[in-house]
């Protein structure tokens, strides 16, 4: 059925053996998953039992890219990182850019699986099919810069592209990631799971580029893709130039962007201190992801004051809200600061940023005192505390253990009433849009399957007012369960499968994304898809997720809000009085299943199951 644009082969290495093996890529998981995301997701559901504990060696680690990865189509150097998460118990599935997606493809793989658990600290090392295992005690322990330098270094070689941990993944916090020259596969602690299995890094080279079968047609479609993305007025005009803080000003108008942990949005403006005028000021260069025109990255540097020196890519719009607003804090210095130490640490900004707004929030409520916090005043707004905080939480140091283990699981811990203030939903800290204002966006946070992940099902008909596939009202209850199985379906399988950057999704191509996927990919790789099929992988992909979760424990309960969002209004701002019931939620929920063909509890049907070839 393919004959290019895969590299058809599989990558399987044992790390408890040394051993590794490849295999061809099978027809049928091209036919049912594409790739990226499917491919992974289909090898855990096949190969990992749903009750395994997520850092036993039973556990695997996929990296899987899609069929378009270094093929030259725009913004497709996407790889999806799989692995149960052990910090929800659920699929763990993170999705990174940059450079190393388009490597592993020309070194010959559309997917790594990493089994067993090595006896000592490693790291594997792949070029153009040779395989190396190399004792890594020489980067235990450092930061993911250093690692990286020095592993190229000791290769004997700078091309090589590296993904590794760094000490929050070794010290196996759950909120730690992993990171390929300064991106993140973020959340969800697959870098905990690498940790887990001894595995400090994977070193790639290739120089193979993938076949593209009819490069005539590839070229007609790129077109259609690339004049798409020309006649956006946001993606070059705007977003190319701000990158993804453009949405602090656009959130802080819709009195959305989340505040002192969710406890004052629409209250306080941080326009001045986040926003894209701020943020502007700071970029001394711009960065791209492989076979990427858009280049919305930015690397922006602190000149003056307590943080002068720190530089960081970023802070990007969640970071802005995780290590700034959710924390009170709006000066951007410390933002900055405080992204570049998560990054160095492998720290995920997201779910750290989040527990310590959770923690200052108990402080402010007399919950925690400073004999709990090592006498640090955990105050929102005071940023002087910030980088310690994060030095506590990932080397598991007094309060910093107890939040090195997420939301969930310190509120547990700490009890006393401190669950109403933990802002999480399957043990995902929740990303930055304050969902009382933004309903799809909100159902979508409840039903993924990783958790509260905008990533998953973005509503951007809400963000951006785009009328795709249909004009909607934010505040609207009814017709979000159609729109949240769209995002997802649509997005699983464009973005996170084929794969393409989901910004190119929800500014740019929104009406042709499923066609032009399908047409791409069938030019590249001589199959031929239908848009209807691709969206078809999409469902098919949220199925067979469902399920894992379903045979992990999870049921209908655990698609719910944190309590303050089905209690406590939004006070101030464009939204304000807004929240959502447990009315409004049953009420999502029961339609989003039926559009699903799932039964009142959230099960896939015996009939959908039959659908979808399940
Ligand atoms: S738009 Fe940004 S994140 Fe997406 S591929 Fe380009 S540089 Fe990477």
Known sequence: MYKGGYAGKI?????????????????????????????????????????????????????????????????????????????????????????????????????????????????????????????????????????????????????????????????????????????????????????????????????????????????????????????????????????????????????????????????????????????????????????CPVGCSQIKLVTSGPYAGYMSEGPEYETTYSLGSTLGIDYLPAVIAADRLCDEYGLDTMSAGVVIGFAMELYEKGILTKKDTDGLELKFGNHSILLEMLRKITYREGLGDILSQGTKKAAEIIGKGSEFYAMHIKGLELPAYDVRGAKAHGLNYATAYTGADHNRGYAFQEIFDIPVPEKVDRFAIKGKGRLTRWNQDVRSVTCDCAPMCAFLLDMAVPDIACQNTADLVNAASGTSFTAAEIQRIGERLNNIARLFNIGAGFTRKDDTFPKRLMTEPIKAGASRGQLISQKDLDEMLDEYYTERGWDKDGKPTAAKLKELGL
């Open 11 to 291: 990558l399987r290495i044992d790390l408890s053996k040394q051993t590794f093996k490849e295999e061809t890529l099978p027809e049928e998981l091209v036919k049912n998953y594409l790739g990226g995301a499917g491919f992974a997701i289909k090898t855990l559901y096949d190969e990992v039992k749903p009750d395994t504990p997520p850092l036993d060696k039973a556990n695997k680690l996929m990296f899987a890219v899609g069929p378009l990865t270094a093929t030259g189509a725009s913004c497709s150097s996407r790889m999806a990182v799989v692995a149960k998460s052990p910090l929800t118990g659920a699929v763990g599935m993170a999705l990174a850019g940059g450079q190393f997606p388009a490597e592993m493809k020309m070194a010959g793989y559309d997917m790594i699986i990493i089994e067993g658990k090595a006896e000592k600290s490693t790291y594997v090392a792949i070029k153009d099919g040779k395989v190396r295992f190399r004792n890594a005690d020489k980067v235990s322990g450092m930061l993911t810069t250093d690692t990286q330098l020095v592993i190229k270094d000791e290769l004997g070689d700078h091309n090589y592209r590296i993904a590794c941990i760094g000490p929050a993944g070794e010290n196996l916090s759950p909120m730690a990631c992993i990171i390929n020259e300064r991106r993140a596969a973020g959340r969800k602690g697959l870098g905990a799971v690498m940790g887990s299995k001894n595995l400090k890094a994977i070193a790639v080279r290739g120089t193979q580029h993938p076949n593209v079968v009819d490069a005539e047609k590839f070229k007609k479609a790129r077109q259609v893709m690339n004049k798409a993305m020309k006649e956006s007025p946001v993606l070059y005009p705007q977003f190319s130039k701000s990158g993804t803080p453009m949405v602090v000003d656009a959130t802080s108008a819709m009195g959305i962007y989340p505040i002192n942990n969710w406890s004052a949005t629409g209250e306080i403006d941080m326009v001045k201190g986040l926003g894209d005028a701020a943020q502007s000021k700071m970029i001394i260069h711009k960065a791209h992801c492989h076979d």
